[in-house]
Protein backbone atom coordinates (compact mmCIF):
# COMPACT_ATOMS: atom_id res chain seq x y z
CA UNK A 1 0.00 0.00 0.00
CA UNK A 2 0.56 3.40 -1.07
CA UNK A 3 1.95 6.47 1.29
CA UNK A 4 -0.95 8.03 1.91
CA UNK A 5 -1.38 11.63 2.65
CA UNK A 6 -4.52 14.33 4.04
CA UNK A 7 -4.69 17.96 4.90
CA UNK A 8 -5.64 18.04 8.42
CA UNK A 9 -5.87 21.95 9.04
CA UNK A 10 -3.82 25.09 6.98
CA UNK A 11 -0.15 24.10 7.08
CA UNK A 12 -0.97 20.89 8.57
CA UNK A 13 -0.34 17.40 7.02
CA UNK A 14 -1.19 13.95 8.09
CA UNK A 15 0.86 10.80 6.36
CA UNK A 16 -0.11 7.36 7.20
CA UNK A 17 2.94 5.22 5.95
CA UNK A 18 1.53 1.59 5.96
CA UNK A 19 3.99 -0.62 7.98
CA UNK A 20 2.76 -4.56 8.45
CA UNK A 21 5.79 -5.69 9.38
CA UNK A 22 5.83 -4.47 12.70
CA UNK A 23 4.03 -5.14 16.49
CA UNK A 24 4.06 -1.57 17.23
CA UNK A 25 2.75 1.51 15.80
CA UNK A 26 4.92 4.96 15.56
CA UNK A 27 3.19 8.75 15.46
CA UNK A 28 5.09 11.52 15.17
CA UNK A 29 4.61 15.07 15.49
CA UNK A 30 6.82 17.14 13.50
CA UNK A 31 6.85 21.24 14.07
CA UNK A 32 9.35 22.76 11.24
CA UNK A 33 10.00 26.18 11.68
CA UNK A 34 12.50 28.61 10.13
CA UNK A 35 15.95 28.75 11.63
CA UNK A 36 16.48 32.05 13.55
CA UNK A 37 19.11 32.72 16.05
CA UNK A 38 16.84 35.05 18.01
CA UNK A 39 14.52 31.69 18.42
CA UNK A 40 16.96 28.42 17.97
CA UNK A 41 17.62 27.64 21.59
CA UNK A 42 13.72 28.44 23.14
CA UNK A 43 12.17 26.57 20.18
CA UNK A 44 15.17 23.72 20.05
CA UNK A 45 13.68 23.11 24.22
CA UNK A 46 10.28 22.91 23.75
CA UNK A 47 10.31 19.23 22.34
CA UNK A 48 12.13 17.90 25.72
CA UNK A 49 9.86 20.21 28.11
CA UNK A 50 6.96 18.73 26.81
CA UNK A 51 7.36 15.10 26.68
CA UNK A 52 8.55 15.51 30.29
CA UNK A 53 5.09 16.46 32.06
CA UNK A 54 1.84 17.97 30.63
CA UNK A 55 -1.33 19.59 32.89
CA UNK A 56 -3.30 15.70 32.68
CA UNK A 57 0.40 14.27 33.99
CA UNK A 58 2.24 16.78 35.80
CA UNK A 59 4.86 14.59 36.84
CA UNK A 60 7.33 11.42 36.26
CA UNK A 61 5.25 9.17 38.23
CA UNK A 62 2.00 9.39 36.68
CA UNK A 63 3.08 10.07 33.65
CA UNK A 64 5.25 7.05 33.64
CA UNK A 65 2.04 5.29 35.22
CA UNK A 66 -0.11 6.15 31.88
CA UNK A 67 2.46 5.17 29.48
CA UNK A 68 2.60 1.91 31.49
CA UNK A 69 -1.01 1.81 30.63
CA UNK A 70 -0.61 2.10 27.53
CA UNK A 71 1.51 -1.56 26.71
CA UNK A 72 4.86 0.43 27.92
CA UNK A 73 4.21 2.65 25.52
CA UNK A 74 7.73 5.30 24.70
CA UNK A 75 7.73 9.13 24.34
CA UNK A 76 10.70 10.47 22.87
CA UNK A 77 11.55 14.23 21.32
CA UNK A 78 14.09 15.03 18.93
CA UNK A 79 15.75 18.03 17.25
CA UNK A 80 17.57 18.72 13.97
CA UNK A 81 17.50 21.05 11.39
CA UNK A 82 16.66 20.23 7.36
CA UNK A 83 18.40 23.41 5.54
CA UNK A 84 17.34 26.73 6.32
CA UNK A 85 14.40 24.97 8.88
CA UNK A 86 14.44 23.81 12.26
CA UNK A 87 12.75 20.43 12.69
CA UNK A 88 11.50 19.70 15.98
CA UNK A 89 9.79 16.13 16.71
CA UNK A 90 7.56 14.52 19.57
CA UNK A 91 7.23 10.55 19.05
CA UNK A 92 4.84 8.22 20.82
CA UNK A 93 5.63 4.23 20.27
CA UNK A 94 3.10 1.45 21.45
CA UNK A 95 1.95 -1.53 20.23
CA UNK A 96 -0.46 -2.27 17.60
CA UNK A 97 -4.14 -1.85 18.15
CA UNK A 98 -4.69 -5.53 17.15
CA UNK A 99 -2.73 -7.04 20.25
CA UNK A 100 -4.39 -5.09 22.49
CA UNK A 101 -5.84 -7.14 25.33
CA UNK A 102 -9.74 -5.42 25.19
CA UNK A 103 -9.58 -4.55 21.74
CA UNK A 104 -8.98 -1.15 22.87
CA UNK A 105 -7.88 1.49 20.32
CA UNK A 106 -4.23 2.01 21.73
CA UNK A 107 -3.01 4.31 18.64
CA UNK A 108 -5.97 6.88 19.35
CA UNK A 109 -4.94 7.10 23.50
CA UNK A 110 -1.33 7.51 22.60
CA UNK A 111 -2.48 10.24 20.20
CA UNK A 112 -4.99 11.49 23.05
CA UNK A 113 -1.66 11.57 25.48
CA UNK A 114 0.40 13.15 22.46
CA UNK A 115 -2.12 16.22 22.01
CA UNK A 116 -1.99 16.40 26.21
CA UNK A 117 1.68 17.08 26.32
CA UNK A 118 1.20 19.53 22.75
CA UNK A 119 -1.46 21.63 23.64
CA UNK A 120 -2.04 21.70 27.44
CA UNK A 121 1.71 21.88 28.78
CA UNK A 122 2.26 22.41 33.06
CA UNK A 123 1.86 26.17 32.65
CA UNK A 124 1.80 28.45 35.69
CA UNK A 125 -0.53 31.69 33.64
CA UNK A 126 1.98 32.84 31.03
CA UNK A 127 4.58 30.60 31.80
CA UNK A 128 6.19 26.85 32.29
CA UNK A 129 5.80 25.42 36.00
CA UNK A 130 9.05 27.09 37.15
CA UNK A 131 10.74 23.72 38.80
CA UNK A 132 10.31 22.00 35.35
CA UNK A 133 12.00 24.37 33.37
CA UNK A 134 14.33 24.79 35.62
CA UNK A 135 15.02 21.02 35.45
CA UNK A 136 14.67 21.04 31.59
CA UNK A 137 16.86 23.86 31.60
CA UNK A 138 19.81 22.11 33.01
CA UNK A 139 19.39 19.38 31.13
CA UNK A 140 19.32 21.09 27.85
CA UNK A 141 22.53 22.42 29.14
CA UNK A 142 24.07 19.27 29.43
CA UNK A 143 22.99 18.58 25.68
CA UNK A 144 24.81 21.25 24.26
CA UNK A 145 27.73 20.45 26.48
CA UNK A 146 27.56 16.58 25.16
CA UNK A 147 27.30 18.49 21.76
CA UNK A 148 30.89 19.90 22.47
CA UNK A 149 32.80 17.05 24.02
CA UNK A 150 31.96 14.83 21.40
CA UNK A 151 34.68 16.38 19.36
CA UNK A 152 34.19 15.07 16.18
CA UNK A 153 30.20 16.59 16.16
CA UNK A 154 31.45 19.53 17.42
CA UNK A 155 34.17 19.82 14.44
CA UNK A 156 31.23 19.41 11.73
CA UNK A 157 29.12 22.01 14.21
CA UNK A 158 31.72 24.62 13.84
CA UNK A 159 32.70 24.04 10.09
CA UNK A 160 28.75 24.39 9.66
CA UNK A 161 28.89 27.57 11.30
CA UNK A 162 31.89 28.89 9.54
CA UNK A 163 30.82 27.76 6.24
CA UNK A 164 27.50 29.18 6.67
CA UNK A 165 28.05 32.02 9.28
CA UNK A 166 25.62 34.65 7.29
CA UNK A 167 22.58 32.54 6.60
CA UNK A 168 20.35 30.39 8.85
CA UNK A 169 22.08 26.79 8.05
CA UNK A 170 25.06 28.03 10.10
CA UNK A 171 22.86 28.15 13.18
CA UNK A 172 23.64 25.33 15.81
CA UNK A 173 20.55 22.99 16.45
CA UNK A 174 20.06 23.83 19.80
CA UNK A 175 21.73 27.28 19.57
CA UNK A 176 24.67 29.31 21.37
CA UNK A 177 25.09 28.21 24.92
CA UNK A 178 24.87 31.79 26.44
CA UNK A 179 21.57 32.28 24.93
CA UNK A 180 19.78 28.72 26.81
CA UNK A 181 21.47 29.85 29.59
CA UNK A 182 19.35 33.06 29.60
CA UNK A 183 16.07 31.51 29.08
CA UNK A 184 13.21 32.43 30.75
CA UNK A 185 10.20 30.25 31.45
CA UNK A 186 7.93 32.38 29.91
CA UNK A 187 9.85 32.90 26.93
CA UNK A 188 9.82 29.90 26.55
CA UNK A 189 6.14 29.96 26.58
CA UNK A 190 5.87 32.66 24.23
CA UNK A 191 7.18 30.94 21.72
CA UNK A 192 5.31 27.42 22.32
CA UNK A 193 2.29 29.92 21.83
CA UNK A 194 3.71 30.79 18.46
CA UNK A 195 5.02 27.66 17.21
CA UNK A 196 1.52 25.81 17.42
CA UNK A 197 0.06 29.00 15.25
CA UNK A 198 3.02 29.21 12.90
CA UNK A 199 4.94 26.30 12.62
CA UNK A 200 4.33 23.48 9.41
CA UNK A 201 3.38 20.56 11.26
CA UNK A 202 3.17 17.21 9.52
CA UNK A 203 1.84 13.89 11.61
CA UNK A 204 3.91 10.62 10.43
CA UNK A 205 1.73 7.68 11.45
CA UNK A 206 4.01 4.24 10.96
CA UNK A 207 2.32 0.79 11.52
CA UNK A 208 -0.51 -1.23 10.37
CA UNK A 209 -3.89 0.21 11.17
CA UNK A 210 -6.19 2.54 11.24
CA UNK A 211 -5.04 6.44 11.53
CA UNK A 212 -8.29 7.89 10.97
CA UNK A 213 -9.01 7.99 14.40
CA UNK A 214 -5.42 10.14 15.23
CA UNK A 215 -6.02 12.36 12.92
CA UNK A 216 -9.36 13.03 13.86
CA UNK A 217 -8.17 13.95 17.19
CA UNK A 218 -5.65 16.20 16.40
CA UNK A 219 -7.76 17.99 13.61
CA UNK A 220 -9.97 18.78 16.87
CA UNK A 221 -7.47 19.70 19.26
CA UNK A 222 -5.59 22.32 16.34
CA UNK A 223 -9.85 23.47 15.40
CA UNK A 224 -9.47 25.77 18.37
CA UNK A 225 -6.02 27.45 17.30
CA UNK A 226 -5.97 30.40 14.94
CA UNK A 227 -3.26 28.88 12.32
CA UNK A 228 -1.06 31.23 10.37
CA UNK A 229 1.65 28.99 9.36
CA UNK A 230 4.57 29.77 7.66
CA UNK A 231 6.16 29.33 4.29
CA UNK A 232 9.07 27.16 3.98
CA UNK A 233 12.18 29.32 3.74
CA UNK A 234 14.52 28.91 0.89
CA UNK A 235 16.68 25.36 1.79
CA UNK A 236 19.76 26.86 -0.16
CA UNK A 237 22.96 28.54 0.63
CA UNK A 238 25.05 31.14 -0.96
CA UNK A 239 27.02 29.62 -4.06
CA UNK A 240 30.01 32.12 -3.54
CA UNK A 241 32.97 30.91 -2.67
CA UNK A 242 35.00 32.11 0.40
CA UNK A 243 38.21 30.12 0.70
CA UNK A 244 37.72 30.41 4.34
CA UNK A 245 40.25 28.41 6.52
CA UNK A 246 40.19 28.17 10.25
CA UNK A 247 41.92 26.50 12.74
CA UNK A 248 40.92 26.42 16.65
CA UNK A 249 42.50 24.65 19.81
CA UNK A 250 40.89 22.70 22.00
CA UNK A 251 42.00 19.70 25.01
CA UNK A 252 42.19 17.53 21.98
CA UNK A 253 44.48 14.34 21.50
CA UNK A 254 43.24 14.09 17.86
CA UNK A 255 42.60 16.50 15.63
CA UNK A 256 39.57 16.69 13.24
CA UNK A 257 39.56 18.93 9.93
CA UNK A 258 36.35 19.23 8.41
CA UNK A 259 36.30 20.50 4.86
CA UNK A 260 33.26 22.44 2.96
CA UNK A 261 32.54 22.22 -0.34
CA UNK A 262 29.67 23.79 -1.95
CA UNK A 263 27.11 23.10 -5.30
CA UNK A 264 24.36 24.04 -6.83
CA UNK A 265 23.14 20.71 -6.81
CA UNK A 266 20.27 19.92 -4.27
CA UNK A 267 17.39 17.25 -3.55
CA UNK A 268 15.50 19.26 -6.43
CA UNK A 269 18.30 19.25 -9.22
CA UNK A 270 17.94 16.82 -11.71
CA UNK A 271 21.28 15.62 -10.93
CA UNK A 272 20.09 14.86 -7.47
CA UNK A 273 20.52 10.97 -7.77
CA UNK A 274 24.38 11.56 -9.23
CA UNK A 275 25.31 13.79 -6.38
CA UNK A 276 23.81 11.33 -3.97
CA UNK A 277 26.33 8.56 -6.05
CA UNK A 278 29.01 10.71 -6.10
CA UNK A 279 29.40 11.48 -2.50
CA UNK A 280 29.48 7.68 -2.03
CA UNK A 281 32.13 7.05 -4.23
CA UNK A 282 34.06 9.90 -3.13
CA UNK A 283 33.97 9.25 0.15
CA UNK A 284 30.75 7.39 1.83
CA UNK A 285 31.85 3.68 1.80
CA UNK A 286 34.91 1.83 2.21
CA UNK A 287 35.15 1.01 -1.23
CA UNK A 288 35.25 4.93 -2.00
CA UNK A 289 38.35 6.96 -2.93
CA UNK A 290 39.07 8.52 0.30
CA UNK A 291 38.97 5.71 2.22
CA UNK A 292 41.16 3.55 0.05
CA UNK A 293 43.28 6.24 -0.28
CA UNK A 294 43.68 8.72 2.14
CA UNK A 295 43.09 6.44 5.08
CA UNK A 296 44.59 3.12 3.92
CA UNK A 297 47.20 3.39 1.26
CA UNK A 298 48.62 6.70 2.64
CA UNK A 299 47.84 6.21 6.16
CA UNK A 300 47.00 9.81 6.96
CA UNK A 301 44.31 9.95 9.14
CA UNK A 302 41.97 7.43 11.53
CA UNK A 303 38.60 7.73 9.35
CA UNK A 304 37.84 10.15 6.43
CA UNK A 305 34.44 10.29 5.51
CA UNK A 306 32.04 12.25 3.35
CA UNK A 307 28.44 13.76 3.57
CA UNK A 308 25.95 14.75 1.42
CA UNK A 309 23.25 17.41 2.97
CA UNK A 310 20.73 16.77 0.11
CA UNK A 311 19.04 20.34 1.60
CA UNK A 312 21.43 22.69 0.66
CA UNK A 313 24.14 21.13 -1.50
CA UNK A 314 26.73 21.12 0.79
CA UNK A 315 29.40 17.86 1.01
CA UNK A 316 31.11 18.07 4.68
CA UNK A 317 34.07 15.52 4.10
CA UNK A 318 35.60 15.04 7.63
CA UNK A 319 38.86 12.98 9.47
CA UNK A 320 40.66 12.56 12.73
CA UNK A 321 44.32 13.34 12.45
CA UNK A 322 47.23 13.85 13.16
CA UNK A 323 48.11 17.98 13.82
CA UNK A 324 51.38 17.85 11.48
CA UNK A 325 49.20 15.32 8.71
CA UNK A 326 47.05 18.06 8.31
CA UNK A 327 47.85 19.92 4.97
CA UNK A 328 48.99 16.52 3.36
CA UNK A 329 45.64 15.32 4.21
CA UNK A 330 43.69 18.23 2.97
CA UNK A 331 45.75 17.68 -0.26
CA UNK A 332 44.86 14.43 -0.69
CA UNK A 333 40.95 14.77 -0.39
CA UNK A 334 41.61 17.38 -2.78
CA UNK A 335 43.34 15.00 -5.01
CA UNK A 336 40.61 12.63 -5.09
CA UNK A 337 37.89 14.80 -5.45
CA UNK A 338 39.81 16.45 -8.74
CA UNK A 339 40.64 12.30 -9.80
CA UNK A 340 37.03 11.86 -9.67
CA UNK A 341 36.68 15.11 -12.09
CA UNK A 342 38.88 14.15 -14.53
CA UNK A 343 36.89 10.58 -14.85
CA UNK A 344 39.15 8.26 -12.95
CA UNK A 345 36.07 5.93 -11.99
CA UNK A 346 36.06 2.55 -12.65
CA UNK A 347 32.69 0.14 -13.22
CA UNK A 348 33.66 -1.93 -9.89
CA UNK A 349 33.70 2.00 -8.11
CA UNK A 350 30.65 2.45 -10.00
CA UNK A 351 28.91 -0.74 -9.26
CA UNK A 352 30.06 -1.18 -4.99
CA UNK A 353 28.44 2.78 -4.68
CA UNK A 354 25.30 2.07 -6.40
CA UNK A 355 25.19 -1.44 -4.71
CA UNK A 356 25.66 0.28 -0.87
CA UNK A 357 23.26 3.01 -1.81
CA UNK A 358 20.24 0.64 -3.04
CA UNK A 359 21.11 -1.68 -0.09
CA UNK A 360 20.94 1.49 1.99
CA UNK A 361 17.92 2.23 1.06
CA UNK A 362 15.96 -0.92 0.72
CA UNK A 363 17.01 -1.75 4.43
CA UNK A 364 14.91 1.61 5.30
CA UNK A 365 11.34 -0.72 5.76
CA UNK A 366 13.24 -2.79 8.42
CA UNK A 367 12.73 0.12 11.03
CA UNK A 368 10.37 2.44 11.92
CA UNK A 369 13.29 4.43 13.27
CA UNK A 370 14.22 4.90 9.90
CA UNK A 371 10.92 4.94 8.09
CA UNK A 372 10.09 8.01 10.16
CA UNK A 373 13.50 9.33 9.62
CA UNK A 374 13.19 9.14 5.91
CA UNK A 375 9.97 10.85 5.85
CA UNK A 376 10.46 13.45 8.13
CA UNK A 377 13.61 14.24 6.54
CA UNK A 378 11.81 14.68 2.82
CA UNK A 379 8.76 16.61 4.40
CA UNK A 380 9.38 19.82 2.28
CA UNK A 381 10.17 17.82 -0.27
CA UNK A 382 6.13 17.79 -1.82
CA UNK A 383 5.82 14.12 -3.87
CA UNK A 384 8.23 11.93 -1.15
CA UNK A 385 10.53 9.58 -3.52
CA UNK A 386 9.84 6.34 -1.43
CA UNK A 387 13.18 3.88 -0.30
CA UNK A 388 12.44 1.59 -2.90
CA UNK A 389 11.31 4.38 -5.77
CA UNK A 390 14.93 5.67 -4.22
CA UNK A 391 16.96 2.32 -5.04
CA UNK A 392 15.65 2.05 -8.53
CA UNK A 393 16.76 5.93 -9.27
CA UNK A 394 19.93 5.21 -8.27
CA UNK A 395 20.58 2.44 -10.31
CA UNK A 396 20.06 4.58 -13.31
CA UNK A 397 22.66 7.00 -12.73
CA UNK A 398 25.33 6.89 -15.00
CA UNK A 399 29.16 6.96 -14.88
CA UNK A 400 29.35 9.97 -17.29
CA UNK A 401 26.80 11.94 -14.57
CA UNK A 402 28.47 11.20 -11.37
CA UNK A 403 31.60 12.80 -13.06
CA UNK A 404 29.68 15.77 -14.28
CA UNK A 405 28.07 16.18 -10.81
CA UNK A 406 31.82 16.19 -9.25
CA UNK A 407 32.68 19.25 -11.57
CA UNK A 408 30.00 21.25 -9.19
CA UNK A 409 31.80 20.71 -5.98
CA UNK A 410 33.90 23.07 -5.02
CA UNK A 411 36.18 23.90 -1.52
CA UNK A 412 34.86 26.90 0.33
CA UNK A 413 35.91 26.35 3.65
CA UNK A 414 38.84 23.98 5.85
CA UNK A 415 38.46 24.02 9.80
CA UNK A 416 40.66 22.26 11.73
CA UNK A 417 40.53 21.44 15.16
CA UNK A 418 43.86 21.33 16.92
CA UNK A 419 45.16 20.52 20.52
CA UNK A 420 46.26 22.86 22.69
CA UNK A 421 49.17 21.12 25.02
CA UNK A 422 46.41 20.72 27.71
CA UNK A 423 44.72 18.03 28.81
CA UNK A 424 42.43 16.11 26.49
CA UNK A 425 38.90 15.52 26.95
CA UNK A 426 37.66 13.70 24.33
Known amino acids: MAVQTIEIAPGVTG????????????????????????????NAMLPFILTRACKAYPDLKSLNSKLASLYGAALMADVSKIGNMHSLAFTISSINDKYALDNSSVAGECAKLLISMLFNPLLDGARFNEKLFESEKRLFLERIDGEINEKRRYAISRA????????????????????AQGLTSGELYLAWEELLKTAIININFIGDGDPAPVYDAFKKAISSIERLPLSAVDQSVSHEISGKSVTERMAVTQSKLVMGFKSDITCKSELYMPAVVFCDLYG?????????????????????AARYNRSNGIILVDSGIQEENAEHARSEIIKQLDEIKSGNVSDEELSASKA????????????????DTWYGQR??????????QFAEMINNVTKEQVIEVSKHFNLDTTYLLAPNGGNSDE
Do not use: W
Not at 284 to 304: D, M
Open 15 to 42: RYIPAQQFKTTRITVQLLTPLNLKTVSR
Open 160 to 179: ENIMCETEPYGISKYGPRAM
Open 284 to 304: GSPHSKLFQNVREKLSLCYYC
Open 356 to 371: ALTDSAKSVNDSQYAM
Open 379 to 388: SLDGDIVSPH
